[in-house]
């Protein structure tokens, strides 16, 4: 990402990596060349290898080059630049805008975000597109360029509304009324019938009364997805202003769901009845030898386990609601509402083979209160890269336990943390590691005046005291019930600040 007098770099950003390759090539050029002249045969691969890396990364980088494109805000306006010259556009001619950002991982850990800004300018069919890579800790170039450009365009949408008319993106039109939904029949749903809008999953999703699923989901890179809360929001009920409306299950709606892919069972389905063909043909190729009535029995086990591996895939479902989890399979179904879990565990245990990180095992564990006759539910997925959904759904959880926690503490009771860890009205009764890191230590108080901070690294948690560099004590994030508690912290802490 460059900034220089023709303003921000936001197409064809060239990464050091182009340079080492080009660099390689040559220098397998020239090794080549030294064997060649040592009269060694292999020179011509190695030259040939050297040729063909040097052009290809070149072409590319060169094609790259020729693409790029600079953005300049000018404050009520933004110039862009590229090779076929310099345009200029006010922000009235701003007509749709899309922004998502995505994390970038290495080796499981979070290097910075990629994020996309594109802008649909008054009669251009194409939006002009901004993508750049930002490290973490860096501020985004056009952080003022784009906020400027969604305040304007969301209040000149509010007035087009007000005045009434409509406005819209993809798949959805608004007008004073109505939230219309699809393209060619419109489904027209009351905004009194809405209850929220907000993002999970990638997606901007908009939930309607007595209906646990979102009844739209906006990608976030589709046209004017970005400005629906800021159009919606004020034309719906609030919270205290709507009827409760019933949920399905009890629950609310629903903010996350993961099921097995379609794919698995279908796969399951098809080996199932190759295996149950399979079974006929071995019975016939050795009638009336008893292999054949083995082979075709042997066949059939296959097969029904093919089959059960299929209707075990297609009744498993995990969900997060706004009041609680379910959790569905062959045997049954499980619901677990947040004001009956004791505690919840997340963890993210990351694997590595000869050095090399090879993919993320994430867990997430509900246990519930004494006495509620509830049952645990748990969840886990193994992944490449961190799953953004499961650890803003993690945060979304933590929040709402944290908040009966909090609860518990303004009664003047204290609230357990982790087992070396307890919430008391004044501070934080804590275990320090015991000598040599082995065992703990008898329980020390932080008053929350004395509260240096924390930090959060590789799974692991550190508490500081004011005026000492060094941690007073540590704990492992994947503890029970050590997110709740973590935001309980925040929550105190940010009230003695």
């Known amino acids: ?40 045969p292999a020179g011509w691969f190695v030259v040939a290898a050297g040729v063909v890396l040097a052009l290809s990364v070149g072409s590319t980088a060169l094609a790259l080059w020729q693409r790029r494109m600079w953005v300049e805000d000018l404050g009520s306006g933004l110039v862009v630049r590229d090779r076929q010259g310099s345009r200029q556009h006010s922000d009235e001619q701003v007509v749709g805008l899309a922004l998502e950002t995505k994390k970038q991982h290495s080796q499981g850990d979070i290097k910075g975000i990629t994020r996309v800004f594109k802008v649909w300018l008054d009669g251009t069919p194409t939006p002009v597109v901004m993508t750049n890579s930002i490290r973490t800790g860096y501020p985004d170039p056009l952080a003022n360029l784009i906020d400027r450009l969604v305040g304007t365009l969301a209040e000149r949408m509010s007035d087009d509304i007000n005045r009434g008319g409509n406005t819209g993106g993809d798949g959805w039109r608004l007008d004073k009324s109505h939230l219309l939904l699809g393209t060619s029949q419109e489904q027209a749903v009351p905004l009194a019938e809405l209850v929220a809008v907000e993002v999970y999953e990638q997606k901007m999703c908009v939930w309607r009364q007595g209906q646990d699923a979102a009844i739209f989901k906006a990608p976030l890179g589709s046209r004017n997805a970005h400005l629906l809360p800021l159009l919606l929001v004020p034309r719906i009920p609030r919270a205290d202003e709507r009827r409760e409306a019933p949920s399905t299950i009890g629950l609310g709606r629903i903010l996350f769901e993961r099921k097995p892919q379609a794919v698995g069972i279908g796969l399951c389905v098809m080996f199932s009845i190759v ?16 292999e054949g009535i083995l082979s075709l029995g042997l066949a059939w086990v296959v097969s029904l386990l093919f089959a059960l591996g299929a209707v075990t895939q297609r009744y498993m479902v995990f969900r997060c609601h706004e009041r609680g989890v379910f959790r569905g399979s062959i045997f049954g179904e499980k619901l677990l509402p947040y004001a009956n879990v004791a505690s919840f565990t997340y963890s993210a245990t990351k694997h590595y083979h000869n050095g090399a990180y090879v993919g993320t095992q994430l867990s997430m564990k509900f246990e519930p209160l004494a006495g509620s006759g509830a049952k645990a539910i748990s969840y886990g997925a193994s992944v490449q890269v961190a799953d953004d959904d499961l650890e803003e759904l993690r945060d979304f959880i933590s929040r709402q336990l944290a908040d009966r926690m909090a609860e518990q503490l303004s009664t003047g009771q204290p609230v357990q943390w982790t087992a070396n860890l307890v919430f008391q009205r004044e501070g934080i009764q804590y275990r320090p590691a015991g000598l040599l890191g082995i065992g703990r230590k008898e329980p020390h108080f932080l008053p929350y005046d004395a509260y240096g901070g924390c930090n959060l690294d590789q799974g692991v948690f550190y508490l500081f005291v004011k005026g000492n560099s060094k941690a007073v004590m540590t704990e492992q994030c994947n503890a029970a019930n050590f997110f709740p508690g973590y935001y309980l912290l925040l929550m105190m802490t940010a009230t003695s600040e």
Request: zero cysteines.
């Open 1 to 40: 990402m460059t900034t220089n007098h023709s303003g921000v770099l936001v197409k064809g950003e060239l990464s050091v990596w182009y340079a080492v390759g080009v660099a390689a090539g040559v220098l397998a050029v020239i090794v080549g060349t030294v064997l060649l002249v040592l009269q060694l």
């Open 275 to 290: 295996a149950f063909v399979a079974g006929f043909i071995l019975l016939g190729v050795n009638w009336p030898q008893v």
